[in-house]
C-alpha cells in the first residue's frame, strides 16, 4: 500500500510561480510510473503531467506546455511538479497519483493509489 502525500499549493497572483510536492511512503517508489491530475469545482478530475518510473520519460497536457514541469528524486521519494507563468484557469486541486506500473499515462484508472490533494489558487 502506497500512502502519497501532497504540499506547497496557495494563492498565488497570476503569472506566478508553485512548486508541489508529493512524498510517498509505504512501497517501493522507483517501481511506480507518477502523474499529476487536477480538478476544479463542478469540473471533471483532468491529467496534467506524468513520469516515468525512472524519470527518463515524461509528457505533459497540452494546457499546461512550456509552463509546467513534473520531475521525481527517488532518493526521496518524491514527484515535482513546478508549475511556472499560472493563470486563473489553473486553479484547482491538483493530486499526485501511483500508477499501476512503471510508466506514468494520462488516464485516471491507470493509477492505483491517489493522495488528498493540495488546492492551487490563482488571482487575476
Known amino acids: 500500500q502506497v500512502q502519497l502525500v501532497e504540499s506547497g499549493g496557495g494563492l498565488v497572483q497570476a503569472g506566478g510561480s508553485l512548486r508541489l510536492s508529493c512524498a510517498a511512503s509505504g512501497g517501493t517508489f522507483s517501481n511506480y510510473g507518477m502523474g499529476w491530475f487536477r480538478q476544479a469545482p463542478g469540473q471533471e478530475r483532468e491529467f496534467v503531467a506524468a513520469i516515468s518510473r525512472s524519470g527518463g520519460t515524461s509528457y505533459r497536457a497540452d494546457t499546461v506546455k512550456g509552463r509546467f514541469t513534473i520531475s521525481r528524486d527517488n532518493t526521496k521519494n518524491t514527484v515535482y511538479l513546478q508549475m511556472n507563468s499560472l493563470k486563473p484557469e489553473d486553479t484547482a486541486a491538483y493530486y499526485c497519483?501511483?500508477?499501476?506500473w512503471g510508466w506514468g499515462t494520462r488516464y485516471s484508472s491507470d493509477y492505483a493509489y491517489w493522495g488528498q490533494g493540495t488546492q492551487v489558487t490563482v488571482s487575476s
Open positions: 497519483a501511483a500508477a499501476r
